[in-house]
């Protein structure tokens, strides 16, 4: 592939190679050059001078079946717009006919956008995320798709019977996710609030049986933290309310998405674990939940990505998501706590590349050895008068890309736009 | 003009008329029907029965040479920022085929999006502003554009040799602007830093022979408020130094940008003398200048608008500002001050529309006898399974809509897109 090739190498650069040569061999990178050398001047040449390459983007956080209300509703704070909004639209994909209309158009939209990989939020029913998985299996899209679990603390028409049923269904889930390639089956309790500890000791069960990654939220908004306390009791921190059913890193690949307010001992325990952080920026903020100290975690050495959030993120977007990291952390820096400085373009292309795709092994970038996913952008409708350099390209793409820039996507070698 | 009409009457209600009719007569709103009346049956109708219509949006602040640069360059605060990369960009307008080129592309980009009126800074080029001005004469929008004034504490490359030669070709530039209709010259002081005594004693005679209004920066930045300080001994505050020479409100119309660290005296003189803030949420978060505290401004009665802010905010959108104005308020509430509520949805589209435009007289709503701008947004490519009412569609708009959502758009009775 021929192209302005940008990407990560580490978290505080982001390298440029004008006019080069992107090679794909065997589905992996093998390298990026300057000049084709001579051993893969026959292998076919994907013309893309003129445009921006950048490996896939990665959203480790999004709930796909809240797509409908996204850009709506964001007027009330996590635990009440959860009851106003989410639970009564989640509610509606126990009618199949309504889940294939809504996931139609989720798939839809992310193929479209740059987003190679992502590691998406169902609902509790087991057909319809089976649907969205196979829809997201279609269009080449990878990552990995939970059945969510919830049995208390949810409104009658939005919860699990008990613990055992729920574990029941959740495995007929998991054998039911053998057939695809693409997608994996993640597990999934929504969050500590609507989890029995039944329920959780059978999803630890369940974890270990299948060797599965799991998703969940932590430390988002201060009313969330206070109720974690009263619910658990023994519980050193919100973490250790996943940590103690061993679904908090180790041999467990973990994300939590959002800690706004991981204390010390939590984030310690995240590094030492290799617990992933989904940064949700925009969803953070619609929600009035605050923001997550992202320069701090990067500084200790936690894993961190970006995540859209849909809906309390409104944009499917991850160059957005990495926009508004740079702003509120800002705002976050000028607003409470100049001790964390605000992230630079290059962090937040890294967390959106590299940062979050080391969830799924060596991916997001385009060193050696790194899955193939690659994403072609055309930004000459974003028009200037003056000389542009790559990266003064990139940068403007961060902040003003639409979908219609996103012209081709590769995934795994394999061209799926 | 058939549709879903949304429009504001006051900064706490959107009125909403489903499948209306918007009535235009000489140019003027003769008012919203739910069914036609009959003395227009015999108007000629644009039905744009499955759309939104909304008034005109109001860009209250937006620098038109900073467009090459939009999306960019942003990790400085206000003072390092101008210094390295503002003033660089608008002394390349000195060159009127740089400043063709340039200008070639914000008018246009400024025709396709949803804004009819903008209040606009030029450079200090006599020649580029008037360049400015003809092209936006030809498309149409309507609005105010100044030359800028600085002769103190900018680099020679983009200074004004003194205030004497400034006032002759100020004024020169004055006269030159008889010939437009639709764009009206508007006295432009960079901000104090920028300006001498000299030069605001002659801008000042002006104002009262020319009749102009002004518009300027204001309290925007903490290290900025300092220099201001230090430059203006004399002066209560740092909209003093404006007030001095008359150019704070009154007889002056007058539009402050930014406004984010007013304090209690320069809010309470702002309102009684009638001068318009200009807040520009996504510039305030890209320069880590902070948010103001537009609630606060709007409860004690403040004539407030929003500004697109180019090139320290990123996008032309009025739509973009609306949302990073409701999601600054949030973090400003969470993170710094619960005293000051977030805005709404409903306020801000408020701020947009009619809070901006009423510096242009009756404009920004559908009301009787406002001039008739209007914007038609087609959303259909924002796709939902669900069935949505016009505000939800509304809000969605606010969230995610893009150029290609603007498919009409009608400047004081005619339609320029």
Known sequence: MKGNICYSKSSNEICIVENGYLVCEDKK??????????????FPLFD???????????????????????????????????????????????????????YEIFV???????????????????????????????????GFVGKVNMDRNSPDYLCEENAEKAAIITEEWINACEKYENVKPILTPRFTPSCTDELFEKLSVLQKKYNLPVQSH??????????VKELCPGTKN?????????????????????????????????????????????SNT????????????LKKGLKVGLGSDIAAGSSLSIFKAMAMAVQCSKLRWRLFDQSVEPLTV??????????????????????????????????????????????????????LAEDKNIVA??????KIL
């Open 29 to 42: 990178c093998a390298g990026v050059y300057t000049e084709l050398p001579e051993q893969y001047e026959f």
């Open 409 to 414: 996507k590769f995934v795994n070698g394999k």
């Open 108 to 142: 839809d939209d992310l193929k479209k956008s740059a987003t190679t990989r992502a590691v998406v939020f169902g609902t509790i029913h087991k057909d319809a995320t089976l649907l969205l998985m196979d829809k997201m299996e279609k269009v080449g899209i990878k």
């Open 48 to 102: 893309y001078s003129e445009q921006l390459v950048v490996p896939g983007l990665v959203d480790l956080h999004v709930h796909a079946p809240q797509y409908p209300f996204r850009g709506m509703a964001m007027n009330l704070e996590l635990i009440d717009w959860l009851n106003a909004y989410t639970f009564v639209e989640e509610a509606k994909y126990k009618d199949l006919e309504y889940a294939e209309k809504a």
């Open 346 to 399: 290059d962090e937040v292309f890294y967390l959106a590349t590299k940062g979050g795709g080391e969830f799924f092994g060596k991916v997001g970038s385009f060193e050696e050895g790194y899955e193939f996913d690659a994403v072609v952008i055309e930004d000459a409708t974003i028009r200037h008068p003056q000389e542009l350099n790559v990266k003064e390209r990139l940068e403007r793409v961060i902040y």
């Open 238 to 282: 919100y973490g250790d309310s996943y940590d103690r059913y061993d679904m908090f890193g180790n041999d467990c690949p973990t994300i939590m998405a959002h800690c706004v307010y991981s204390g010390e001992e939590e984030v310690e325990t995240m590094r030492k674990q290799g617990v992933f952080v989904a940064h949700c920026p925009e």
């Open 286 to 297: 619609n929600l009035s939940s605050g923001v997550a100290p992202v320069k701090d975690y």
């Open 218 to 227: 932590l430390s988002e908004n201060l009313g969330e933290i206070e109720w």
